[in-house]
């Protein structure tokens, strides 16, 4: 048995077969997240309605959601629906990722909005603005900007967890790197790819979820 | 879901307006309400925190032109009554009428009423994503629906009669405490409305920006604008006010000239109250 039983030269020469599950890895968490946002930003308005109805109905999205796991979620989607209505691997992990992360991003813009101190909404009010107008012209821009490091933290977490649509057989880089693995049986070079890939791929969206913050600087001091 | 009303109020307004031009020397808008009635008066308002009672059976009448200061220990509800103008605060009993209207807590209704009702806060709250014009333009833009060259014109002539023509283009976290507050008296101005409200608008500056802000408030009495300025700024009470009202453990105690007021209060929580704020030789 050798002492290093590994080929590492492999990983160069085998790296960039796995350039089109990366793409499908970026394409679910993309679409996963932008949905997400969609969702999260319902959720958490629901949450701070007035409203009894929607308020009852954004705690139990959150409590049920954030309470089981993805896993558990993508498997619902794709094989528990199937008796209703039959989803394709991909668009069922757009689904579950867009659901899961709904959650957690509804929690993230209530806290960013109730944040902002209350006589914004006094100030918009008191120069004629309805609640909505004020909440969407004041409120949310601010918040939004205030989200800003947690939605980049929330979206490299759906990155990584966009691995977990392997076990549904979306042809991203967590499947790859198995069928990789077990037609060669370098299962060590082949997973060490795979998490270069996540690597690189967290690594530019924090680089760019940082720009995105710098940019929103420019009404701050300085 | 956000924008249910839009703009069907600021359109109603505008074109009352453009419909009945009044006499007057001064542009003013006329509206459906009795143009002699008192601009705000107040019957028989109550405010409760949970149990606590803050404002106590008040009367108050503001007259066209008219410059009212509230004084009043900390506590003593003038804030709260300033807010129950402006309906940031429910009422459950009393009532408001704007211009000798009754205004009752409905949305539309409220939302039409507050812009004639400019309000100036304690901490300025501006709006700290938008630019100083920003600022001034954003309830022209949005509220009245007015082209954004022409509110950016007007803000223009806002922001130089405030002395802040030069910081259009800045970010409020850029100016100071009293560039701020001016900047939020030329936001309120940009509405028209047909009463100030300001809520202890220096209680938040280093004394020595204080005078800035109370130059313009001065002027603007001068100009004719009815106002109700809750302020701890006494100077500011004899020197501009037509009168003043003494609150005290959410009751007006006392309403005088401030020549009366300063000199002879009939009270003697006014006296007490006086005598503790004013330098000693009055």
Redo the contacts between chains.
Sequence with gaps: MDIFPWDLAVIPQKFFLFAKAANYTLQITFFGVLLGLVIGLIVALGRLSQNKVLFSLSRAYIFLIRGTPLLVQLFIVYYGLTSIVTIDPIPSAVLALAVHNGAYIAEIFRGSIQSIHYGQMEAARSIGMSQGKAMRRIILPQAFKRAVPSLGNQLIIALKDSSLASTIAVPELMLKGRQMGSSTFMYMEMFIIVGIWYLIMTSVLSFVMNRIEEKLKVSDRD | ??????SA??KKTTSVAKATKEPKPKKRKRDMSDPDAPIVRIEGLCKWYGELEVLKNINLEIQRGEVVVIIGASGSGKSTLLRCV?F?EKTKKGKIYISGKRIKHN?KE???T??E???V?Q?F??????TVAGNVM??LV??KKMPKDKARKKAEVLLDRVGLSDKADV????LSGGQKQRV?IA??L??EPKVMLFDEPTSALDPELVGEVLAVMTQLAKEGMTMLVVTHEMWFAKEVADRVIFMDEGVILEEASPEKMFSSPENERTMAFLKQILPPQE
């Design positions: 879901m956000i924008d249910q009303t839009k109020i600021g402006n940031l949305e409220l939302n039409k507050r812009q009702l400019g309000m806060f901490h709250n501006l709006f700290p994503h938008m954003e309830g949005q509220v970010y409020p976290a850029m939020a936001r309120a940009a509405m």
